[in-house]
């Protein structure tokens, strides 16, 4: 049964940002990770060649868009062999991530585990099932009970990648307890450091992580990142065909069905690896001029390997770095918005221009450091 939730966290950031707001220069936002580059052309091209949508469109999404997200799983995320029934695409992955306890049939005796720095929507899904949530990073402190673990690499606020040796561990250990195993990976293709450079993140459906058998496994991706389409809600779950099928039931019966023009420009989006790598260049460019700014403010950046975040520490309670932050114009997420783990640490987002991040470096080497 859905009990009483908790108020908006962001809510909490208003006074911040009317302060922030007070700046001379205004207000430089990276708190949440809303893109603000333009889409590619050809996915509007695409979106608008396709506005004659008359006709209701399919839940399990058009044939021309499951075949384009099966060939970009083997092409970009190394997995290949899969069929269209194990694909699926939803309306932003958010809404998956929130009702996929609810569409497992999770309830108030069961377990939902999710990285011990976690995105909210992980233990508000839980919530929504009116089952537990429970933060763990390992697999050894998974409670009995448990029957969803979401993964998040790379993750978000953190920036950490998980190996495929940490994938395959914690596929197995999901698999001795009986539980579904998702991996949340939707900024699989912004890696900064070592071997990410050059190439995406693991996947939790690589075969060198699930053997030859899909079963009990699903990963999730959006478009909103690689190619600046949130606002489109364009995104998908692939993984064992039986959960598929079930999820696939229930969102026919819900009407959960991504737009026919959405579904077209989705297609556009995946087929194209170039602009995946322009949008790459941008956020890498943006964290070189960023990161060491924070650090000589006084900033310990931690993890932040991959993803669209840096997260960082000074040392001090997270609301009072965001105090002193908004008083230069700058607002960014306390890490307390990301569970009980991390009550220093803030996320500072990447999605601003190069003239805004140009801009709140400058402001952290004057007047955060003073």
Known sequence: MLGQLPDYPWDAMVPHAKRAAEHPGGMVDLSIGSPVDETPASIREALAAATDAHAYPTTTGTPELRAAIVDWFARRRSVPGLTNAEVLPTVGSKELVAWLPFMLGLGEDDIVVHPNAAYPTYAMGAALAGAQAFAADSPAEWPAGTKL??????????GRVLSVDELREAVAAARRIGAVIAGDECYAELGWEGEWVENPTPCILDPRVVDDSRE??????????????????????????????????????????????????????????????????RYRARRAVLKPALEAAGFRIDQSEAGLYLWATEGKDAWQSIARLADAGILAGPGTFYGDFYPEHVRFSLTASDERIADAAARLRSDFAQ
């Open 216 to 281: 009990g496994v699903l990963s999730v991706y959006s478009l909103s990142k690689q190619s600046n389409l949130a606002g489109y809600r364009a995104a998908f779950v692939a993984g064992d065909a039986s959960i598929i099928a079930r999820l696939t039931t229930i969102r026919k019966h819900a009407g959960m069905i991504p737009p026919a023009p959405v579904q077209a420009a989705m297609i556009a989006a995946l087929v194209d690896d170039e602009h995946v790598l322009a949008q790459k260049e």
């Open 149 to 158: 673990v979401w993964l998040n690499s790379p993750g978000n606020p953190d």
